[in-house]
Each structure stands twice: as C-alpha cells, then as structure tokens.
Nanobody, 120 residues
Framework: QVQLVESGGGLVQAGGSLRLSCAAS????????MGWSRRAPGKRRELVAT???????NYADSVKGRFTISRDNAQNTVYLQMNSLKPEDTAVYYC??????????????WGPGIQVTVSS
C-alpha cells in the first residue's frame, strides 16, 4: 500500500508565499515523475507543475516564474514553493506520483488534497 500526504497549505495574503510538501510512503520500489495539480472552486483540475526523477521540470503558464517544484528522492518527497501568490491561486492542491511498488506494479498515486487560500 502506498500513501501520499500533503502539508503546508493554509491562508496567506496576496503577494505572500507558501511551501507545500508531499511525502510518499509504503511499499515503494521507485518513483518516476511527481507533480502538483489544483482545483479551484467551480473549475476543472489544472496541472500546475511536474518533475521527473532526473529533475526536469514543467510548469503551467499561469505559475511560471512564481512557483518552483523540487524533490528529495531519498525522502520520496516533492515540494512546491509558491511565491507572489494571487487570489486566483486559491484552490485545493493535489500531489501525485508515478510509483512502482516492490511487486513492480506501476500506478499513479494521489494525495487527498490540501487547501490554499490567498486573500486579496
């Protein structure tokens, strides 16, 4: 069994910063790509950022230059540093990881989500 748990969300004023963390645990053999998505009220889920096991990154245009994704492979953890936050960044943020288990079963795991609220 594999579990992802996000932390670091909360309420922040516009222009502020937050750092989200997501730790994967369980019967993990390896993790390939990891990423963050978000869902704002009344909107579809949006891919925010991804990072490969080698450190290559990709960002949504809406967050480029403000958000930075990183990972600690030894800790099976992915981070999202969010700077210059805007009210439109308010959403539930979800992490995901492409995991191979010790039984060599491959699947995408998702965290339960964490709320980020940016006040104007």
């Amino acid at each position: 069994q594999v579990q992802l748990v996000e932390s670091g969300g909360g309420l922040v004023q516009a222009g502020g910063s937050l750092r989200l963390s997501c730790a994967a645990s369980g019967s993990i053999f390896s993790i390939n790509a990891m990423g963050w998505s978000r869902r704002a009220p009344g909107k579809r889920r949006e891919l925010v950022a991804t990072i490969t096991s080698g450190g290559s990154t990709n960002y949504a245009d809406s967050v480029k230059g403000r958000f930075t994704i990183s990972r600690d492979n030894a800790q099976n953890t992915v981070y999202l540093q969010m700077n210059s936050l805007k009210p439109e960044d308010t959403a539930v943020y979800y992490c995901n990881a492409n995991i191979a288990t010790v039984d060599l079963v491959e699947f995408t795991a998702w965290g339960p989500g964490i709320q980020v609220t940016v006040s104007s």
